[in-house]
């Protein structure tokens, strides 16, 4: 089968401070696209990260690059950026270990430009644009997700015991999100190897919601995935979301609320303000 390749560079200069910043996923740059508009690749944009790309997960899927996402261009509503559109399908960092830490003690800060489509039938209210869960277990690490009605949450899972959910396995709830409207949302975990605090954010850097957390260094997170909480080779497709991702990025350590508001603000800035 003749396949057409598609990859849009690299930028030599980050337009977001590095400092800290292990994962930078970004819809106009590093996306590999091939023949029928599926994205086999989203390179991560900090060359110095061991979490080099996001790549197609065929295992468990009947027919080959039906997980694979498609690439949406010059998005009026996004300022002419464009997205990636998941319709239960996911991307995966196959390093095991890179994104361990973020839970078990460092902390971490996430943001995402996103978008949600209604939600097709799956595991109840769990549709996740993101995640690194461990496959089996208690299922610890990090998950951001939405209800069946588009209702935003997240929440991390420590491994300490099993639930959906409890005060182990906390979940954060955001507002009830608009269909095919975009979102700056972001997560914050402070860090510490006690009980720490997690805080939500919408649009703006001030905490939507905020619970306790207990931290269990001892946790051994799996696979960080975009599109789908784990790489859930099982049941593809079964937790992910309906939705675009226009970027992703992670800092490996909690953002002070300066250097917070001043990402959201200038992300805000680049692709939701006219």
Same mark, same amino acid.
């Given at each position: 089968?003749?396949?057409?390749?598609?990859?849009?560079?690299?930028?030599?200069?980050?337009?977001i401070p590095p400092n800290g910043l292990i994962l930078d996923l970004d819809a106009a740059?590093?996306?590999?696209?091939?023949?029928?508009?599926k994205v086999v690749s989203w390179q991560n944009q900090i060359a110095s990260s061991p979490a080099k790309e996001f790549i197609l997960q065929d295992k468990g899927r009947?027919?080959?690059?039906?997980?694979?996402?498609?690439?949406?261009?010059?998005?009026?509503?996004?300022?002419?950026?464009?997205?990636?559109?998941f319709r239960?399908?996911?991307?995966?960092?196959?390093d095991e270990d890179v994104f361990d830490s973020l839970t078990t003690g460092h902390?971490?800060?996430?943001?995402?430009?996103?978008?949600?489509?209604?939600?097709?039938a799956g595991l109840k209210d769990v549709n996740s644009f993101f995640g690194n869960l461990r496959n089996g277990?208690?299922?610890?690490?990090?998950?951001?997700?939405?209800?069946?009605?588009?209702?935003?949450?997240?929440?991390?899972?420590?491994?300490?015991? +099993?639930?959906? +959910?409890?005060?182990n396995n906390p979940r954060m709830l955001g507002p009830k999100l608009e269909t095919d409207q975009f979102y700056l949302v972001a997560g914050r975990m402070g860090a510490g190897k006690g009980t720490v605090a997690l805080e939500l954010f919408v649009n703006v850097a001030k905490a939507h919601a905020t619970v306790p957390f207990p931290v269990n260094p001892m946790a051994n997170p799996s696979r960080m995935?975009?599109?789908?909480e784990r790489d859930a080779i099982e049941h593809p497709g079964h937790e992910s979301f309906d939705g675009e991702i226009a970027r992703f990025l992670i800092w490996n350590h909690p953002l002070d609320d300066d250097a917070l508001r001043k990402t959201m603000?200038?992300?805000?800035k680049k692709y939701l303000e006219p």
């Open positions: 089968m003749k396949i057409l390749f598609l990859t849009l560079t690299l930028a030599a200069a980050q337009e740059k590093g996306v590999t696209v091939v023949e029928g508009g009947k027919e080959a690059r039906s997980g694979c996402p498609t690439l949406r261009k010059n998005i009026p509503s996004l300022q002419q950026h464009p997205s990636l559109v239960q399908q996911e991307l995966v960092c196959m902390g971490h800060t996430w943001m995402a430009i996103i978008a949600v489509h209604e939600q097709r277990g208690k299922y610890e690490g990090v998950w951001g997700c939405l209800n069946d009605d588009n209702t935003l949450w997240w929440g991390t899972r420590n491994g300490i015991t +099993f639930g959906r +959910f409890d005060g995935a975009v599109g789908q603000d200038d992300l805000r």
